[in-house]
């Protein structure tokens, strides 16, 4: 998960002229460990993007229809309006995480167009 957040905050800072933003939302319980997980990651690995718990719940928002067995799902959305969906696999080799993340990027820069 660090590399794709690593690369979408980078995303972000390339693209800010461009009004790019981008916020991360850990699918986890609200508390006290999973907050200071995120806050060690956004210190650590020097990130910009806001990192952010539910406050409702780990399912997410059921408008999303997130699956529950997919690790990570990544939204590309441009006013409120999802144009690209992916769900990753946590299994996947390092050459499928590749050339998943080249699809998010190129998604997330054809919504700036």
Known sequence: MTGLVKAIDKFVADNKEKRAAAYVVLLAENNAANQAKLADLAKNEGLSVPLTL??????????????????????????NRVEANFAL?????????????????????????
Not at 93 to 109: H, P, R, V
């Open 54 to 79: 539910p406050a409702d719940g780990a399912a997410g928002p059921p408008s999303y229809k997130l699956h529950a067995e997919v690790p990570i799902t990544v939204l590309v959305a441009k006013k």
């Open 89 to 113: 696999a946590a299994t996947a080799d390092e050459e499928a995480q590749k050339k998943e993340l080249s699809n998010i990027l190129a998604a997330a820069a054809k919504v700036l167009e």
